[in-house]
């Protein structure tokens, strides 16, 4: 099985914190037996090699439930659920992902702010729906990837036309 995406990590993440305090640590690692991941996919490390794929993508989606209201921390590299996030488990959807944390205010106004400063910072905005299941920084290393394919071609052409 691949390592699921972050939105995937949502629900469960949230399942997770239902019964008590986590530390982030702990979840990444029920999470990472809940979903049977080989000692390969846990162990794979993101391009700078500091954290692995998989506790990268559970941290931003604990990062995205707090941000809208449904996991709260609680100290350092701890957190709970919420009463929010109790009432979303009430009657839970069959998955969360960006756009079913849309319609939470704390959210949305979270949305609007980064959306807004990265807007004024580069002038486009930043949020790409095909993009939706990568976490902000594999879609920042998708675009340096790109940019840097873009740039080489470019390059190529120059010389090939000698100038």
Sequence with gaps: M???????????LLQLAADREWRISDAV??????????????TLLIPSGRQTTFSNRVAWAKSYLIKAGLLKPTKRAHFC????????????????????????????EFRKTSESEAETRIGQPTYLEHEAALTPDETIRNAYIQLEQELADELLLKIRAGT
């Design 29 to 42: 690692e029920r999470l990472a037996d809940d979903y049977k991941l080989s000692q390969e996919e846990r």
């Design 2 to 12: 691949p390592i699921p995406d972050f939105q995937t990590l949502m629900l469960p």
């Design 81 to 108: 659920i919420s009463e929010q996030g109790k009432s979303v488990l009430a009657t839970p959807p069959d998955r969360i992902t960006i756009k079913y944390l849309g319609q939470f205010p704390e959210f949305q």
